[in-house]
């Protein structure tokens, strides 16, 4: 927030406290020490504000899952989401770019993962879920199209097993079930 903004070190503090809400604002109204914004340097709100509402027991159990995360049935989309959700509590484990990447190709499913990974190094995420969704998309294409020829292929294979008497002699139609019918008796195999 302070970076794109260019916010002298002296107004850090009035600004990030204007922004507070609810429990946050609470918090800082309350809090005896850093009253006077020129005597609290920004690092020491800092570590204060996160004691308060990210403790350690918070950040660990959030680590812990962004290290076990794998993509498992959501699509890419879901993931992605979630993967991004999660990294910012792991910022030790995602210093750049291209570690974040890492991290998100090792969570795929080897099905997208291995064609995802063998075609390029994956630098930036942004490319790398592209990628992804492309694969993804590809795959259900392929699932699809399969399940279609399966069932299309398929037609009820038919062989005659027996003919009425009746039907064989004469040549014509038959008294069967209640209706007249031309139709060979039928098994499907």
């Known amino acids: 927030m302070f970076w794109g903004n260019r916010v002298r070190r002296s107004n850090k503090i009035k600004l990030a406290t204007f922004l507070l809400h609810g429990s946050a604002e609470d ?3 309350i809090r005896n020490e850093c009253r006077s914004y020129k005597v609290c340097p920004m690092g020491r709100f800092t570590k204060g504000f996160k004691e308060k509402f990210y403790p350690r027991l918070i950040l660990d159990t959030k680590m812990k899952d962004f290290l076990s995360l794998k993509q498992g049935d959501m699509i890419i989309t879901e993931y992605e989401r979630k993967f991004m959700k ?3 509590y792991a910022m030790s484990y995602v210093v750049d770019e ?3 990447s890492k991290r998100f190709k090792e969570g ?3 099905t997208i993962r291995m064609p995802v990974t063998s075609s390029t190094n994956w630098l930036t995420i942004s490319r790398l879920v ?3 969704m492309r694969v993804e998309s590809t795959l259900a ?3 699809k199209s399969s399940k279609e020829k399966r069932l299309g292929k398929e037609p009820m294979q038919t062989k005659v097993v027996s003919y009425s008497v009746h039907q064989v002699s004469r040549g014509g139609p ?3 079930k209640g209706k007249w019918t031309i139709e060979q008796k039928r098994m499907k195999f």
């Open 174 to 176: 038959i008294w069967d």
């Open 108 to 110: 795929l499913r080897t």
């Open 130 to 132: 592209e990628a992804a």
């Open 86 to 88: 999660i990294a910012k």
């Open 98 to 100: 291209k570690e974040k």
């Open 27 to 29: 918090w800082w109204t």
């Open 141 to 143: 294409k392929e699932k």
